[in-house]
């Protein structure tokens, strides 16, 4: 991959020069927008993520944006661009903000300067990559030439004419409305977070360590797609993990195993990837595979938080192994 450190005849004295920037490190081409929260400029870009073209090995799904670090990766190069940014023009590191997954408004950002258009299931659609990527960027403080937004592209659904293929194929039913995502009712949503799932979103929820892209994968403009690969991306974790991988391990060895991953990242517990491992067990298909996993689930019928979990997807594995319900006893659980 060419570097941009060594990228001969560059200077930071256009738009373009900066745009440069950001292709030569595997971004879309950025757009620029006046800083609607204050001063500066508003750089943003959209990253590739990694569409696999194989068959996801046995195990427990996750979803192409977390089985590598993207989101880390992006980070990186923003801060090599940021590097050369100061080389150019004597900015200090303070200078420049970078955001990426945070808790700024970055689907609005990407909306607002062209960057790409607001689907129905509210995620921002590129050019490029359809929504296959994630957003990143810079505000610099100094005003650039911006961006237009494309007509009707912050208006969430406006511009996917006719089509609810996303809003058809959710198995919760979670976008509501255009641009309408109910938190509570979205798969995403619920495999990062500590909410009790209920009972009738767990029998929907299917082989899923992390994360859902279903409303992405019936999404046309996605169907003919082509990720590049990015070049030396960090944190590849691949399309699955095993049961084992995630539930034999006490607390701080799981997390620990996962550093540098996406499913390493301070907000995603241990708790939540075992709870979500033992309701995708529950999903297994034939009798041996459920006794194996049973051993694995019954540990935590005793876990303070999340034994509601254990217990449902317990029962269900029992079914399948052919063995009969018995009043569960919840053992002390240990960690």
Same mark, same amino acid.
């Given at each position: 991959m060419?570097s941009?450190?060594?990228?001969?005849?560059?200077?930071?004295?256009?738009?373009e020069d900066?745009?440069?920037?950001?292709?030569?490190?595997?971004?879309?081409?950025?757009r620029?927008?006046?800083?609607?929260?204050?001063p500066?400029?508003?750089?943003?870009?959209?990253?590739?993520?990694?569409?696999?073209?194989?068959k996801a090995?046995?195990g #427990?799904?996750?979803?192409? %944006? /977390? *089985?590598?670090?993207?989101? =880390?990766?992006?980070?990186?190069?923003?801060?090599? !661009?940021?590097?050369?940014?100061?080389?150019?023009?004597g900015?200090?590191?303070?200078?420049?903000?970078?955001f990426?997954?945070?808790? #700024?408004?970055?689907?609005? %950002? /990407? *909306?607002?300067?062209?960057? =790409?258009?607001?689907?129905?299931?509210?995620?921002? !659609?590129?050019?490029?990559w359809g929504?296959?990527?994630?957003?990143?960027?810079?505000?610099?403080?100094?005003e650039t030439?911006?961006d237009?937004?494309?007509?009707?592209?912050?208006?969430?659904g406006?511009?996917?004419?006719?089509?609810?293929?996303?809003m058809?194929?959710?198995?919760?039913?979670a976008?509501?409305?255009s641009?309408?995502?109910n938190?509570?009712?979205?798969?995403?949503s619920?495999?990062?977070?500590?909410?009790?799932?209920p009972e009738?979103?767990?029998?929907?929820w299917?082989?899923?360590l992390?994360?859902?892209?279903?409303?992405?994968?019936?999404c046309?403009?996605n169907?003919n797609?082509?990720?590049?690969e990015?070049?030396?991306?960090?944190?590849?974790?691949?399309?699955?993990?095993s049961?084992?991988?995630?539930?034999?391990p006490?607390?701080?060895?799981?997390?620990?195993?996962?550093?540098?991953?996406?499913?390493?990242?301070s907000?995603i517990?241990?708790?939540?990837?075992?709870r979500?491992?033992?309701?995708?067990?529950?999903f297994?298909?034939?009798?041996?595979?459920?006794?194996?996993?049973?051993?694995?689930?019954?540990?935590y019928?005793?876990?303070?938080?999340?034994?509601?979990?254990?217990?449902?997807s317990?029962?269900?594995l029992?079914?399948?192994?052919?063995q009969q319900?018995?009043p569960?006893?919840?053992?002390?659980?240990?960690?």
């Open positions: 060419q941009i450190k060594t990228t001969i005849g560059l200077k930071m004295n256009s738009k900066i745009s440069e920037y950001f292709r030569i490190e595997g971004f879309s081409s950025p620029f927008l006046k800083n609607p929260e204050g500066g400029t508003v750089i943003i870009a959209a990253f590739p993520v990694r569409i696999p073209v194989e090995p046995k #427990l799904r996750i979803a192409p %944006f /977390a *089985a590598a670090n993207h989101y =880390g990766e992006a980070v990186l190069r923003m801060k090599r !661009i940021s590097g050369v940014l100061r080389e150019k023009t900015m200090s590191k303070s200078d420049i903000r970078l990426c997954n945070s808790t #700024l408004e970055e689907k609005r %950002f /990407a *909306a607002l300067s062209g960057l =790409g258009f607001t689907g129905r299931n509210s995620l921002v !659609i590129t050019r490029e929504s296959r990527v994630i957003l990143a960027g810079m505000i610099i403080p100094f030439e911006t237009s937004p494309l007509e009707n592209g912050s208006k969430a406006a511009l996917c004419g006719s089509c609810r293929r996303c058809a194929a959710c198995p919760t039913g976008i509501e409305s641009g309408v995502v938190r509570d009712k979205c798969l995403q619920l495999t990062t977070d500590s909410r009790r799932i009738w979103i767990m029998e929907k299917g082989n899923r992390y994360g859902c892209t279903i409303c992405q994968d019936v046309p403009f169907k797609v082509v990720s590049p990015p070049d030396g991306i960090a944190g590849d974790l691949g399309m699955t993990l049961f084992e991988e995630v539930l034999v006490d607390d701080p060895v799981l997390k620990k195993s996962l550093k540098g991953t996406a499913l390493g990242m907000w517990t241990a708790e939540n990837l075992k979500n491992a033992m309701i995708s067990a529950s297994c298909r034939n009798r041996i595979e459920a006794e194996s996993l049973i051993p694995l689930v019954e540990p019928t005793g876990h303070p938080v999340i034994s509601y979990a254990a217990i449902w317990l029962k269900r029992r079914k399948t192994a052919g319900e018995s569960l006893l919840p053992p002390v659980y240990r960690q």
